[in-house]
């Protein structure tokens, strides 16, 4: 999750621009957010036809790979991150995002496969996709109709994300399962920052800050998918 706190001042924030400026602002940002969700499922869908991807899908998991991928990912989105907040180059911005898809994609590919090659259930990823796009819809619908501030929900996330890495690297450690009750919880997370990440958009960022207000709004949305995919497919077995 995207939780730089590098925004416009109140008095340059896309909330305060002219309404066509602050409309072309949101509009942008959903149509990055709709390309991150299509480059996300083009390159999930390259990675699992790609010959022996099953064993690099197993070493990802192997042992305490998992948290060194985990590691890894954190490092590579608070990069991606940083970068799609550059004021100096469009094209870091895109990087950053581009970046981070990528990185989201390859995290999500043990689940995936499992889903695509293993579950024998060709409609859990659709319906993970359908269920995550209805919250998505309703908690974006409160967040503008509301027009709250959110912001204060940073320190939930904070805490919230130290409280799950904490988990499952003890789960790792132990070797425990974190179970159907950890995904719910995680699902709960999601859905706080798309309503973080979404009345910082209305309220914060600025009109040029499309590509960083989409990424953190697609690390949102990637963390609920993970995790409803997860429900599902841990209901179904």
């Known amino acids: 999750m995207a939780l730089n ?21 949101i509009r942008r940002t959903y149509a990055h957010l709709a390309l991150a969700v299509l480059g996300f499922l083009v390159l999930e869908f390259v990675l699992l036809n790609l ?8 070493l990802m998991t192997t042992g305490f790979n998992w948290l060194l991928v985990i590691g890894l990912f954190t490092v590579v989105g608070y990069i991606a991150d940083y970068w799609a907040r550059s004021s100096t180059s469009r094209s870091v911005q895109y990087a950053g995002l581009a970046l981070y898809v990528a990185a989201d994609a390859l995290l999500f590919l043990p689940l995936m496969f499992v889903a695509v090659y293993i579950s ?22 409160v967040a503008f109709t509301t027009k709250a501030d959110f912001s204060f929900l940073r320190g939930v996330l904070i805490i919230g994300g130290f409280v799950a890495l904490g ?14 009750i950890f995904a719910v919880a ?21 009109t040029d800050q499309y590509v ?8 949102a949305v990637a963390l609920m998918f993970y995790y409803v995919l997860y429900i599902l497919m841990a209901l179904r077995r």
Do not use: C
């Open 51 to 58: 010959p022996g991807i099953g064993r690099v899908a197993q």
């Open 120 to 141: 024998n259930d060709p409609t859990v990823i659709p319906a993970a996709g359908l269920i995550t796009g209805l919250l998505f819809a309703g908690l974006t619908v």
């Open 212 to 219: 960083a207000a989409s990424l953190s709004l697609f690390a």
């Open 186 to 206: 995680m699902v709960g997370l999601a859905a706080v920052a798309i309503l973080y990440s979404t009345s910082n958009m209305i309220h914060y960022y600025r």
């Open 5 to 25: 706190t590098h925004y416009a001042t109140r008095g340059d924030a896309a909330a305060y621009a002219l309404p066509d400026a602050r409309a072309g602002f």
């Open 167 to 180: 988990l499952i690297v003890a789960s790792l450690i132990f070797g425990f399962q974190l179970g159907v």
